[in-house]
């Protein structure tokens, strides 16, 4: 969780970045701690992946400063790049090389990664049976477990993955997500995750940050977000008849409908009034069949915050 | 410095992976082994047949004799004599000529008719092979021809015959007993008196060869082969004598000024053939089919080690972008100019591999198949006295001149890597660039030799003409001194412009590349 009294495992401060006229990445700052597992969420093209590139050190920040570990990676690139770990885009290995000839070689540039803790890495991934297997015959979700072995091998201060459940199946998805809570609160690991689906992001970060147009437009925790949500929620209110509750609502209610189906109507209104709600419909003569509370406000606050209409999937 | 040795380590492992790496590797290590086989064969078929149209014994001399007489079939009545004995006996001769009025193809046929006769019946087959050396060759020939002329002019009526055809005549019959003196007695007095007398370039070779080879072997007991061997060594050694007189320089029917460096290498080139010729030393048979086979060899391994390395070189960072797994290396606590040092010298440490490994199989190949001591020393001049270099220590200095322009293919093919990120264009451009790279010599023959093809890459890639200008007289072929993709124009480049050339561009290949992996950023 976070704790404000801990040093930031990564700061990024005015990181700009720009192709050509392009501005991908404007000014974004933000600290990442340790023991919190951070969210970065944006639409497709927000820029997520620019920021991942240049803190793995793909590219170069126009402007800004990058802090790893509390080693600037311009002035000690080397000190600062060997507290960090991760996945950018899909895990690309040495194709023709096993599994475990690849992790020796990354070992190799890195300080005492000893042959136990590949064997270590190579069983928390769940690979041990396979790992002397040229990396071109795995899967996806195979491929997906040894770039996160690859990127865990030298127990790094800072972990980032880029879309790490792309490819996973279901089984693969929740071993990821216990192994990065894992790390992040026990091992005080200051995790960042990329994803463009909020569902995934709600199970697995502590905060959030949302980006768009590659400017950083929010950071907030679950819970806040949550709680913006919740503020106006939708509920589901199954009756016979939902033209006859409407029109109750309409007349006695301060509320608004936002969906009429054969048997259900969804309002949207405060939580601490729903009960009022009930009862003024009961008193309507309306019969209530069942009351069901919506979460699909929360993407509907990321909507509002990124701008709306854009492609979310 | 630590991390170059991991990211090196990483690389050579990479590397001896690559299946098209080993493959090569295959047909490097064929080629080395089968060529020398190859070359044996048709030494051998080519020894044979040679051997054949080159001895001349007692029956094969019978057999054309009978042959020429047959031609002679109804013509019979009006010969005479069989023979003809070569002291000035006027009579008979004229009788004969004049008795025959044979056309010019026939008195030939009855000349060499006569000849033949005459050798069969006073040559001493055992003790000089005829054409079995040098002055037997051309004893035979010799005597051939004066009596042929001889006999041409007894075909000359009374009437015409004037003073000059007395003089001629008293002329002709003096060389024939010189020919005669010198094949029937082996005496090589008489064949230098007949060369003086002569008096032209008639034969092969002029006058004061006749008298250096005199001088080496008085008996004319050399065989044909070595004795045509030391003679070309001997006008080679007048070539070089008159153009040091001469203060020019004779290249391609053309003559350049001598340069003061091309006069001390000739001077050099000089002492050096001066001490094979006293010493014995120089290219015999089987040195020269040695050196043959060893180049030959070399050349067609090296051809594979060439595209192997614009292969590795020209994919070693693209094909990592392709296929994305610089990754690792960029996320890895190394700084990229590390990965760009490292990438570069594995690929050298396999350049230099290969080219030991042909280097050495071709060596070995060639002392398997032609003979441990086919392969001749290399000689040069050092504080004015002619120096011995053993063939090994030669063929490793050789080896590393040899491999400057493989060099400077690999920075090449690394470069455009580095610079276009594409496989296929960096190794495509490389290899086109190894086969244009005989441009140099196409513009030099279509317009002569200009300033700007100076300053083309494949004018100063080979330099081994410069480090070994001797080559030549161990046997090595001058087409190959011009290495695989250079040219042998050592008139127009001196040494010092190449290696400056060669620095300059290596280092301007470096930077193109380091600027184009190292500051760039990675997509």
């Known amino acids: 969780m976070t704790n404000p009294e801990t040093k930031p495992a990564l700061q990024i401060q005015k990181v700009t ?180 689906l909020l569902s995934e992001m709600q199970l697995m970060c502590d905060r959030i940050g949302i980006i768009n147009h590659g400017k950083l437009l929010r950071i907030c925790t679950i819970d806040e977000l949550m709680h913006q949500a919740k503020s106006s929620s939708s509920y589901r209110i199954k009756t016979s008849d939902p033209k006859k509750a409407r029109d109750i609502l309409a007349e006695n209610f301060d509320s608004r409908i936002s969906n009429i189906n054969d048997d259900t109507l969804d309002i949207e209104i405060d939580e601490s009034r729903i009960n009022e709600c009930v009862r003024c419909l009961v008193a309507g003569g309306s019969d209530i069949l069942g009351v069901q509370k919506l979460e699909s406000s929360l993407e509907e606050a990321f909507l509002e915050i990124t701008g709306g209409g854009i492609d979310i999937e | 410095m630590s991390k170059i040795l991991a990211l090196y380590t990483n690389e050579m492992i990479k590397l001896s992976r690559k299946l098209s790496v080993w493959i090569l590797i295959a047909l490097m290590t064929t080629s080395c082994i089968l060529v020398p086989f190859l070359t044996k064969r048709m030494y051998q078929a080519n020894l044979s047949y040679s051997d054949e149209s080159e001895s001349l014994d007692k029956t094969q001399l019978t057999k054309i004799r009978d042959s020429l007489r047959e031609s002679f079939g109804d013509q019979n009545q009006y010969v005479q004599h069989d023979t003809i004995r070569f002291t000035i006996q006027n009579e008979i001769i004229e009788l004969f000529a004049t008795y025959l009025s044979l056309d010019e193809d026939d008195v030939y046929s009855y000349a060499s008719y006569i000849c033949m006769n005459t050798i069969l019946d006073n040559y001493n087959f055992d003790k000089y092979p005829l054409n079995g050396s040098l002055l037997a060759d051309h004893a035979y020939t010799l005597y051939m021809d004066e009596t042929s002329n001889l006999c041409f002019m007894n075909t000359i009526p009374f009437s015409e015959r004037d003073n000059a055809w007395y003089d001629e005549y008293i002329d002709t019959t003096e060389r024939l007993d010189l020919a005669n003196a010198a094949l029937f007695s082996h005496d090589m007095d008489a064949m230098i008196k007949l060369v003086a007398r002569k008096n032209e370039n008639n034969g092969t070779f002029s006058l004061s060869i006749w008298k250096d080879l005199a001088a080496i072997d008085p008996e004319g007991r050399l ?77 067609a391994a090296r051809f594979f080690l060439v595209i192997m390395m614009i292969i590795i070189a020209g994919s070693s960072i693209s094909q990592e972008l392709a296929t994305g797994s610089i990754k690792s290396l960029i996320i890895a606590p190394v700084k990229r100019w590390k990965i760009f040092t490292a990438k570069l010298l594995s690929i050298f440490t396999w350049g230099l591999f290969g080219s030991i490994l042909i280097t050495f199989l071709s060596t070995l190949s060639t002392m398997i198949c032609i003979g441990s001591s086919s392969l001749p020393p290399y000689y040069y001049v050092s504080g004015g006295a002619v120096k011995v270099m053993p063939h090994l220590l030669f063929t490793l200095l050789y080896f590393l001149v040899d491999n400057i322009s493989l060099f400077i293919y690999i920075l090449t093919a690394f470069m455009i890597s580095c610079l276009t990120r594409n496989t296929g264009i960096s190794v495509g451009v490389s290899a086109g660039l190894l086969l244009g790279a005989s441009i140099s010599t196409t513009l030099n023959s279509m317009f002569g030799h200009q300033l700007w093809i100076d300053f083309l890459p494949f004018s100063n890639m080979d330099l081994l003409s410069n480090v070994f200008p001797h080559l030549g007289l161990i046997g090595y072929l001058d087409s190959d001194m011009a290495g695989l993709f250079g040219v042998a124009d050592y008139h127009a480049i001196p040494f010092s412009f190449s290696v400056t050339y060669l620095i300059v561009l290596s280092l301007i290949l470096l930077l193109i590349a380091y600027d184009g992996f190292v500051r760039r950023d990675i997509q």
């Open chain 2, 223 to 299: 065989s044909i082969k070595e004795s045509r061997r030391l003679a070309e060594a001997l006008i080679q050694r007048e070539k070089y004598r008159k153009n040091l007189e001469m203060g020019v320089d004779s290249y391609n029917y053309s003559y350049i000024p001598l340069t003061s460096a091309r006069r001390a290498q000739i001077e050099d080139s000089l002492l050096i053939l001066d001490y094979q010729i006293t010493h014995d030393k120089l290219p015999n048979e089987t040195t020269e089919l040695g050196v043959a086979t060893k180049q030959v060899t070399h050349r």
């Open chain 1, 17 to 196: 970045k720009t192709f050509g006229k392009k501005t991908a990445v404007d000014q974004v700052s933000f600290d990442l701690f340790p023991g919190e597992v951070f969210g970065f969420l944006g639409p497709n093209g927000a820029g997520k992946t620019t920021i991942i590139k240049m803190v793995m050190g793909f590219f170069r920040p126009d402007e800004g400063t990058i802090i790893i570990n509390g080693y600037n990676r311009k002035t000690h690139y080397e000190a600062a790049m060997s507290s960090i770990g991760g996945i950018v885009e899909n895990p690309e290995m040495y194709n023709t090389l096993s599994a475990r000839l690849n992790l020796q070689m990354y070992a190799r540039l890195h300080q005492g990664v000893t042959k136990e803790r590949i064997d270590e890495v190579l069983e928390l991934v769940g690979l041990t049976e396979r790992a002397d297997e040229p990396v071109k015959k795995y899967s996806l979700g195979m491929k997906q477990r040894i770039g996160l072995a690859q990127a865990l091998l030298h127990r790094p201060r800072v972990l980032i993955l880029d879309e790490p459940t792309n490819g996973l199946d279901p089984a693969g998805i929740h071993l990821l997500r216990d192994i990065l809570k894992k790390l992040a609160h026990e091992d005080r690991v200051a995790v960042m995750v990329s994803s463009h």
